[in-house]
């Protein structure tokens, strides 16, 4: 595996290229590896099959804080919502407290989303240099729209989720910084998945990972700090628990990063569909209006409200089900399977792709169009008009799915809403085109850029 996208974008063709079957055997250097796309084997190797198939302890996952937090996790069982997101463990219970502290968190959702909606620069109108010299400040040579959206959802959910907000005075920079060691070490984590001898053929990029992950831990024992002035009820601390130190500390980093890795992908792949896809948008401001208000009579949203978007909720499904923010879900096999007819001996690493599984013509129909009525209509809400709810996958299914997942839904259902009452927005691209149909490795928007549209409106 390489380090650029076009490498990504080859590494996701020939993959791709067997994307109808329903088990496929791959090598990266001696090393097989088996990619399930097919929902009977998904749902084995997901749900764990009693311990046949776990989280494994492959290289850049092997630290002790990380090592203990898969065990302690590796014996958690989920249950899904009816709206098919996961509970976690703790089952009822925790999907409770969790939904407080959703209810609870509203206010500061929207204030900071509508904030960073605020911070894009307006695009000039075609009239002239004056115009463009008016203009909002733009984008400094490499930059992107994803460094701001990923600084905001860390600082949010740092306040949300252990109680570091606005009242600490390094809090924002520590979010920034916090948010760079997040997108590199998640994207260098990601080769490493594929490629477990990268260590030795990337040093350089070693180096960085090493010391990102080095500045995550530190940041990490902190807030295992702030987690213990949490109350007993806050669905934090409970989630957390009284596992070993050494596993709260790899629990509550692994919080972080995939907390703050969800929502701001899917954030930029949404402002990039509602662009191309006008009529989707026109629709979703409707029902904005229809349940919030229009103009000044609009008020914030509720969690209550949350329920009476349908529209709001396909959208936001179906952007993850184009663009799923976790490229890999690994697992490794503790003892000989079978899986599609094909023998898995014991120590094989099994791979599931949401994005190819998402994208498979044997699960969805039209896969590769942006189509949100999908999940509309009796019995859709859960996978779409799949032929099973294990066909889409973008927090994982089983014991390991990601237990936050409603508060990333809510996140992201309250910045689809924003999305269309607080102006129009649009997305231009590096090179002037989106990446096609094989995106860089990690499902990333590089190179999208957000502007606000002059003159506003949806």
């Known amino acids: 595996m390489g380090n650029t996208p076009a490498l990504a974008g080859a590494y996701y063709r020939t993959l791709y290229a067997h994307i109808e079957e329903p088990v496929s055997v791959f090598y990266v250097h001696s090393t097989p590896f088996v990619v399930v796309n097919e929902v009977s084997a998904v749902k084995t190797v997901l749900s764990g099959s009693g311990g046949a198939f776990i989280k494994p302890r492959y290289f850049g996952y092997r630290s002790t804080a990380v090592r203990a937090a898969v065990d302690a996790d590796n014996a958690l069982s989920s249950a899904m919502a009816d709206d098919g997101t996961p509970v976690g463990g703790g089952g009822d219970t925790s999907r409770r407290s969790l939904l407080r502290l959703i209810d609870g968190a509203m206010p500061d959702i929207t204030a900071a989303l509508a904030e960073l909606f605020a911070s894009w620069p307006t695009r000039p109108p075609p009239s002239g240099a004056d115009a463009v010299a008016a203009a909002a400040p733009a984008y400094r040579d490499g930059e992107d729209a994803q460094a701001a959206v990923l600084s905001t959802i860390v600082a949010l959910n740092m306040r949300l989720l252990f109680g570091v907000g606005p009242g600490t005075p390094t809090a924002n920079a520590v979010a920034s910084t916090a948010a760079r060691r997040i997108s590199f070490a998640g994207a260098e984590f990601a080769r490493r998945m594929v490629d477990p001898k990268r260590v030795w053929v990337a040093p350089l990029a070693g180096a960085r990972y090493v010391a990102a ?53 899917t954030i930029v792949w949404l402002l990039h569909l509602l662009d191309t896809h006008p009529a989707v948008r026109a629709r979703l ?53 079978v899986l599609g007819g094909v023998a898995i001996p014991a120590g094989t690493p099994v791979f599931v792709l949401p994005y190819l599984l998402h994208r498979n013509a044997a699960h969805f129909s039209a896969p590769h169009t942006y189509d949100p009525d999908r999940w509309l209509g009796a019995g859709r809400r859960v996978a779409g008009g799949a032929p099973s709810e294990w066909a889409y996958a973008p927090f994982g299914r089983g014991p390991r799915a990601c237990a936050g997942a409603a508060l990333a839904l809510a996140e992201l259902k309250i910045a689809a809403v924003t999305a269309v009452t607080a102006g129009r927005f649009e997305v231009e691209w590096a090179g002037g085109r989106p990446p096609g149909v094989f995106p860089p490795l990690g499902v990333v928007p590089a190179g999208a850029r957000v502007f606000r549209a002059a003159g506003g409106g949806v």
């Open 285 to 337: 401001a409707a029902e904005a209006d229809a349940v919030l208000g229009a103009g000044a009579a609009r008020r914030s949203p509720t969690a209550a409200d949350l329920d009476r978007l349908p529209y709001t909720e396909a959208v936001v499904k179906e952007t993850l089900r184009l663009y799923p923010p976790f490229p890999l879900i690994q697992r490794v096999a503790t003892d000989e399977a």
């Open 213 to 265: 992950v080095v500045g995550l831990v530190r940041l990490g024992r902190s807030l295992v700090a702030a987690v213990e002035r949490l109350p007993a009820d806050h669905w934090v601390a409970a989630w957390v628990g009284t596992v070993r130190p050494v596993a709260k500390l790899g629990k509550v980093i692994g919080l972080l990063m995939a907390s703050s890795q969800t929502v701001p992908l």
